[in-house]
């Protein structure tokens, strides 16, 4: 008996992170948020790791880390990400309000 996992497209994704459409492909190309299913068609189905992955990519890159970092912070197998945060202490707790928009990360 498998749990209906609800998956969402690309705009959907787009409209409720307040990214645009291209920055998501992007994250796609650099390997930093690629969907874990595709339609039949290849359109990108992002599922509720995928959206807890993209808040959390949201949430670094308001504290001001890079791209490249954030895939390191992600990735990191020993989950030392509070070592690494050059953050102060105001921008950590502005973070734990509610995102209402990741920014935009696509290239220009």
């Known amino acids: 008996m498998g749990v209906h996992q609800t998956r969402v ?35 990108r189905l992002y599922d509720g790791d995928d959206v807890r992955r993209l808040y959390r990519i949201c949430l670094l890159r308001r504290i001001g880390f890079a791209l490249e970092g954030v895939g390191q912070a992600l990735d990191d197998p020993d989950g030392t990400l509070t070592t690494r945060s050059t953050a102060t202490s105001s921008s950590a707790i502005t973070v734990w309000r509610p995102v209402d928009s990741c920014g935009d990360d696509s290239p220009k």
Do not use: C, M
Not at 24 to 42: A, E, F, K, M, V
């Open 9 to 43: 497209k690309v705009g959907e994704l787009a409209r409720r992170s307040g990214l645009t459409i291209r920055t998501l492909r992007y994250y796609d190309q650099i390997g930093l948020l690629s969907p874990t299913h595709r339609t039949s068609g290849g359109q």
